[in-house]
């Protein structure tokens, strides 16, 4: 029989640019996960620093947060002493310009990142050039998967689909580079088809990648078993022409897609949102409700509020998912010879391309 293990999904809207304040929280809320027996943390997207990126103050919040990996070692630090796995959501991780940075100038005298950083990418997605101490940058979203005990990183992932406001300040993840869809292998442990216990897998995804179902694909392609995905995703995010064909359009998709990953791929889904809706997904289930409550047949009673500071504690059975691949097959099929569709998963450049 498969175990269970129980994930926190830890939701809260950080405050702009207040590293140390934010950190706090999230290790208080680590803490209280940990002394409920959760086995896995999950924080949301942008936690330590907000995204703010016209804030004057958001380049230098950003090398805070990732100069010297001093943050993520505070992580490591939590995950050896309270033994809990952390995915501690993502780090903008300041890095010197790399020739996959295209850029257009602003600059200034420590950094500057542009007036238009939270509008809505109506100039295009050009991407800008910025600076911080007089040298030029790119700021890299970053997930980790922090494993309980030793602290080791078992995986991590930098953004590759970034959301159209983003684009000209972040630099994504470049899949000609390398293949950033990769899954790996965690403490977490079920049984093997010998009878043997064989590690968990597990992928990481962030935010917008929620709405390209490749890299869930790519991802159980490599064996992952659970999708993490930090989300910082608010229920008003879209326009207003948007707004008067449905005032929930948001939250609608959101409470499609997950359950919807996770059905089609046979996995188990982690969405921790700093804007809310929080929820973990299982095919079969539907969305989880929190340990000590009976699952809800219209599956809302585990999504978390919109726009709200809470935790909650979720019980995954790893058995769920085997007997759900046992009915749907659609590994089996991934990895069968007749599979149509396996040059989606990955187009490196232009090669192979049909004139």
């Not at 064989?198 to 995804?205: Q, T």
């Not at 897609?257 to 791929?265: D, G, K, L, P, S």
Request: glycine share 8%.
């Amino acid at each position: 029989m498969a175990p269970n293990y129980k994930i926190a999904l830890i939701q809260f809207q950080p405050k702009d640019v207040a590293v140390e304040e934010n950190f706090q929280k999230a290790a208080s809320y680590i803490r209280k996960a940990a002394s409920s027996g959760a086995h896995l943390a999950v924080l949301p997207e942008y936690h330590l620093t907000a995204w703010c990126p016209s804030h004057p103050s958001f380049v230098s919040a950003c090398a805070e947060s990732s100069i010297n990996n001093v943050y993520l070692s505070r992580y490591q630090d939590l995950a050896r002493e309270l033994n809990i796995n952390i995915v501690p959501g993502t780090i903008c991780e300041v890095h010197p310009a790399s020739s996959s940075s295209s850029s257009s100038s602003v600059t200034d005298s420590k950094e500057n990142v542009g007036d238009d950083g939270d509008g809505d990418g109506s100039e295009g997605d050009r991407k800008k050039e910025i600076t911080w101490n007089g040298q030029a940058i790119e700021i890299r979203n970053m997930a980790y998967w922090i494993s309980a005990s030793s602290g080791a990183l078992a995986g991590s992932y930098q953004k590759m689909n970034l959301w159209h406001p983003e684009r000209p300040h972040l630099t994504a993840g470049d899949i000609k580079r390398h293949k950033p869809h990769l899954a790996f292998d965690t403490p977490l442990t079920k049984p093997g088809p010998n009878g043997n216990q064989v590690p968990v897998r597990a992928g990481l995804l962030i935010c917008w990648d929620l709405a390209f179902p490749e890299g869930f694909r790519a991802l159980i392609a490599d064996g992952a078993d659970i999708i993490i995905v930090p989300s910082y995703w608010w229920v008003t995010d879209v326009d207003e022409n948007a707004r008067k064909i449905s005032r929930d359009a948001e939250k609608i998709f959101l409470e499609s897609v997950v359950t919807t990953r996770a059905c089609e791929n046979t996995a188990a889904i982690v969405f921790c949102n700093a804007g809310g809706m929080s929820q973990v997904a299982l095919p079969l289930k539907g969305v989880l409700p929190p340990v000590g409550e009976e699952t809800d047949p219209l599956g809302k009673r585990g999504i978390m509020g919109a726009e709200t500071e809470e935790m909650q504690i979720v019980d995954l059975d790893m058995d769920v998912l085997k007997v759900a691949e046992e009915n749907y097959k659609v590994r089996m099929d991934m990895g069968g010879k007749g599979w149509h569709y396996g040059y989606t998963l990955w187009r490196d450049g232009e090669e192979g391309k049909k004139e």
